[in-house]
């Protein structure tokens, strides 16, 4: 997580006359608490220098041992165009009749 999250409680009293009305002499109070929560949070540098050092990068998986890593990138720009080809082969409108 690239912050730290902090929750601190506090309570608030507020007191209320107890009978509604004017307040007198012999006017009882209750007292109500209510909890308030304050959120605050610290980026943590570190983390995000981490994180950023690896941005952008991204693991290529192959099991063909032979290919150099310049030519499995090659492979795979070329996957969009060869996934391009493979959806007009597999609808019916670009693809002339074999009969």
Excluded at 55 to 71: H, R, S, V, Y
């Amino acid at each position: 997580m690239f912050f730290e999250v902090s929750i601190k409680e506090t309570r608030e009293k507020a007191y209320k006359a107890s009978h509604p009305g004017r307040a007198g002499a012999k006017t009882t109070f209750r007292q109500n608490t209510t909890a308030r929560f304050q959120l605050s949070w610290k980026l943590r540098n570190h983390v995000v220098k981490d994180a950023g050092a690896s941005d952008g990068c991204f693991p290529l998986i192959t099991n063909d041992w032979a290919m150099t890593p310049g030519e499995i990138l090659e492979v795979y720009k070329y996957q969009p165009n060869l996934e391009r080809r493979h959806h007009q082969l597999k609808s019916g409108q670009a693809v002339a009749p074999v009969f």
